[in-house]
């Protein structure tokens, strides 16, 4: 999850998921490197008795690469990094607010790091949503995408220009804030681009206001037209 952006065991029922698990059915990510690929073969073993244990597990080349140090990872230094989590949102909202000041400079995407891809994890909107023929779709409102930042933003306000919808584009914080109507009422929601790994970008939309069920159908129909962009798993 937190190398990839999605879960390596993806299915619409359980029954599915289970059967894909106790096979260990699942694919890399293209970026994915041979040592990373070579450990989660060797964790992603349904058998216990093959599956390598922690203490393997630190003695492969991939964990060995970033020098890791216990030491590292003591209770100040997890505060530390949650410090610096926190000022990268407000760094991004400030940069919001200055509006057109500084306009000229290169801004990036907001990276998104582990912590934050755990927290999203833990989000996801497990709501139900069944179509008028009872067929389940996906709950959660994001998606991947290997295009370049600048035209994610450019084909979601394509497509969103092209409904009507009000929208106002962020260049510089990679975000996008809508306003639509729908038939039960006003709906609001943000779409955003985090980088998640290089030539990676992670496409997440939020609800802000509005009926959940039409914030979904809404999500859905941009959706199906964004298929040029958006990565396949």
Do not use: H
Request: include cysteine.
């Amino acid at each position: 999850m937190l190398l990839a952006g999605f879960l390596p065991f993806d299915e619409p029922s359980m029954s599915a998921l289970f059967r894909k698990i106790i096979k260990a059915e699942f694919s890399y990510p293209s970026w994915f490197s041979a040592s990373v690929k070579d450990l989660l073969n060797k964790i992603l073993v349904p058998s216990p008795e093959k599956r390598f244990t922690m203490a393997q597990i630190k003695e492969t080349e991939w964990f060995l690469e970033g020098g890791y140090n216990e030491d590292d990872y003591n209770d100040a230094g997890m505060v530390e990094i949650a410090d610096t989590c926190m000022a990268d949102f407000e760094d991004a909202e400030e940069m919001e607010i200055a509006g057109e000041e500084g306009k000229g400079k290169d801004f990036n995407p907001q990276t998104m790091n582990a912590f934050e891809l755990i927290t999203m994890c833990g989000g996801l909107d497990l709501t139900p949503m069944i179509d008028q023929q009872s067929t389940s779709i996906k709950k959660f409102t994001r998606f991947n995408s290997q295009a370049a930042p600048s035209i994610i933003l450019a084909r979601v306000s394509e497509v969103l220009k092209g409904d009507g919808v009000e929208y106002k584009v962020y260049d510089r914080s990679y975000k996008i804030k809508v306003i639509s109507t729908s038939e039960r009422g006003q709906l609001t929601c943000t779409m955003q681009v985090f980088t998640i790994a290089p030539g990676l970008s992670l496409v997440d939309w939020r609800r802000g206001q509005g009926d959940v069920m039409a914030y979904y159908k809404f999500y859905q129909d941009i959706r199906s037209r964004l298929d040029d962009i958006a990565s396949s798993k």
